[in-house]
């Protein structure tokens, strides 16, 4: 969408002080532990993109506030590359980077908020490559730290400690699928079924780079297989949100153009760990 368009779109430029009135009108509030995800083109026509956003996201939670993001690594190996031919996996091997907190790039899927949020000074980066978040705030490294390299989206995640925070999760123009916490019911629920990944990424370990092993949900194409309780064509994450709001969770509200949502996070989870266990079944 071109920049007028996005100005007729949002009724012209979408500013630092008006994503302040707007985000602050849909409750977001001083002090608060935050995950965002954001889709720039549904807010309208930014004045000084992403970079106002996350200014903007600051100013409301303030110092005592915390912004989180899921960043993932743009560069990551694919989880089947074991079944390359030998040669490739041989080259890979031998010279795919490895995984740098500092240097590599966050999952370009996520959009820019994530890389302009885990760029900026003070921000910290979680240490897994394939399930990484980054923070920015008073609760930055309680969040980050030590992420475990198996199960990253259960027990001790940072998504587990953003519910024990308190936290709150804002779509800011963003798809109801995009409700990464999600993942982390997932990781809690006791259905049948459940599905797992196994699979390898060269990291960094005192400065070397290493092979490592990581077990984890199948958070690429889903940790339960949905097809009995979701219609075909829609995402679970979606039927999860929509039956959330429904029931009357989360606030509704326009930032800039964009229809917004603010969840609660520990409500997303246990209502997303009971969908799913009194959909699927609890296992026998």
């Known amino acids: 969408m071109d920049e007028a368009a996005l100005l007729k779109k949002s009724d012209g430029p979408v500013t630092r002080s008006r994503l302040v009135r707007d985000l602050t009108a849909l409750g977001l509030g001083h002090g ?18 992403a970079r106002t956003v996350i200014d903007a996201l600051r100013d409301v939670v303030g110092e005592p506030g915390t912004l989180m993001v899921t960043c993932g690594w743009n ?21 795919h980077p490895a995984y740098d907190v500092e240097l590599s790039e966050s999952d370009h899927d ?7 949020l885990r760029l900026r000074p003070g921000a910290v980066r979680s240490r897994h490559p394939d399930a990484g978040f980054a923070a920015l705030g008073a609760a930055a490294t309680t969040l980050m730290a030590d992420h475990p390299w198996n199960d990253p989206h259960g027990a001790d995640s940072p998504l ?11 779509l800011l123009g ?3 699928d995009s409700l990464t916490l999600l993942h982390h019911a997932e990781a809690l629920a006791e259905a049948p079924g459940k599905r797992f990944v196994d699979h390898e990424q060269p990291i960094l370990a005192d400065g070397k780079r290493v092979w490592r092993r990581f077990h984890d949900i199948d958070s690429s194409e889903g940790a339960f297989d949905y097809s009995s309780v979701v219609p075909e064509g ?34 997303v989870v246990d209502f997303g760990v009971a969908w799913i266990e009194e959909g699927l079944g609890r296992p026998r």
């Open 234 to 267: 829609q995402d679970p994450f979606e039927a999860i949100a929509q039956d959330m709001l429904t029931a009357g969770m989360g606030r509704r509200g326009t930032v800039g153009a964009a229809e917004s949502h603010l969840f609660e996070a520990a409500e």
């Open 174 to 176: 963003a798809p109801l």
């Open 32 to 49: 608060d532990v935050a995950m965002f995800h954001t889709r720039m083109s549904a807010v309208g026509y930014v004045a000084g993109g």
């Open 160 to 170: 587990a400690r953003l519910v024990a925070l308190g936290g709150r999760v804002l």
């Open 75 to 95: 560069d990551a190996l694919p989880y089947d590359f074991t079944d390359w031919p030998q040669a490739w996996q041989d080259a890979l091997r031998a010279e």
């Open 110 to 116: 996520y959009g820019r908020l994530p890389e302009a």
